[in-house]
């Protein structure tokens, strides 16, 4: 089940916040978000929710030996102990097949490869226990002594998806006590409607596009034109923006509805003005994880440039192996780093001297880092990585030229979505309002239908399976 489904959105959830509220007590209302939260995980079968469930007896156990004990070298066993168990099982279900791939290629042995499926939600849920018991061995929040709570907190089936990574310490006390005002309800219904209408009338239409333009197989590829291989990566860059951001929205909304305030993941990245600036807008939870719990124990920059360099290596090593189980994400991970390294030690100074350049160049790296993320057959990879570059392929087909003047409105609309112009200008009027005291009946009338117009374009584009509405305006 997915947040951008008709039986998520009319059923589930709307089941789910029809009980919630008829609850009463915040106890009762834990209790119908845990039951519902585990019915989301079993949706794709019961054996799932039991590795869940033992992941997170794995965490709970853990936490209390670590808080009941003052000996350090007894707290580093139980976190030790933590950490073996939940990256191994992490590690069995994502990167078994991976690693057996790469023996039988080089030994040829296993003859057979298992095939493992990969659990919903394994590698967030995983990381938010991990974050936590490191969180009870530094003292930074409390172990949770009931169990039910702990498991309320790692299946939250808002975030379980494609996160943002919600920490223990942002939602302790909101598990405990919580209250919720009609303006997080406002909020939240508005952030979920605005998510639901960038994943399925912006992302799967992009996605469509990018799918035509960049077809399936070697042979499609080496067909396809020059423009038509750009102008797909660029379409795909909309869409995977896009498609990521709208989950972490629905996220958001869905915990504001219910008195939960999870961080931002997201602050426009194709806005930013270097790759660093980018990492800092790009999920932003998955980059503090690293920051916090990889890269700042392993020393940081405080150790000097080669171990600051080593540091790094092993964060975006991680970063791009955490994203999927295959060498094109590693690849990715270490792309950036070699970007990265380069801002650190060589132009960094130079790009913050002429933004508009450092825009330009982030959002050229970033493009082709998606050919790096988008492919795994790296035969595939290679021939569209030339092709860009004009090397056998014509410049223009008829089919790109077609493709590229029926979609002209959804790039140009993409464009400004990607962008904090929307945000800007709406904050922008709140401002003045405040200013003269007074909030214009058309911004109130706005912000009342806006929900109600992009649920009902939602709900048109998930019926109509591949509805477009910017076809409407082709040349």
Known sequence: MVFSSLLFVFAFLALNLLAYFFAGTIKRRNVVLLLFSLIFYSWGGPKYLILLLGMTGISWFCARKISGRDDKKGKKRWLAVECVLMLGLLGFFKYTGFFLENIQLLTGFPKVIPEIVLPIGISFYTFQLLSYVVDVYRG????????????????????????PIVRYQTVEHEIEERKITYRDISDGVRRFSIGLAKKAILANSCASVADTLLPAGLEGLQAASTAGLWLGMIFYMFQIYLDFSAYSDMAIGMGRMVGFHYLENFDYPYMAKSIQDFWRRWHISLSTFFRDYVYIPLGGSRAGNLLTVRNMFCVWFLTGLWHGASWNYVFWGLYMFLFLMGERF????ALKKVPVVGHIYAVIAVLFGWVLFKFENLQQLGTVLAGMFGNGHVWMNTETSILFK??????????????????TFRSWWYRRADNVRKVPYGMLFLDMVTPVILLLLSVMALVGNSYNPFL???F
Do not use: D, R
């Open 140 to 163: 930074e929040v409390e172990a949770q002594p009931k169990y039910w709570k702990l498991l309320l907190y790692s299946s939250l089936f808002h975030q379980c998806i494609a996160g």
């Open 346 to 349: 060589i132009y960094g100074k």
């Open 472 to 474: 409407y305006f082709q």
């Open 406 to 423: 029926n979609n002209i409105f959804l790039l140009l609309f993409c464009i400004i979505a990607v962008t904090s112009l929307g945000k």
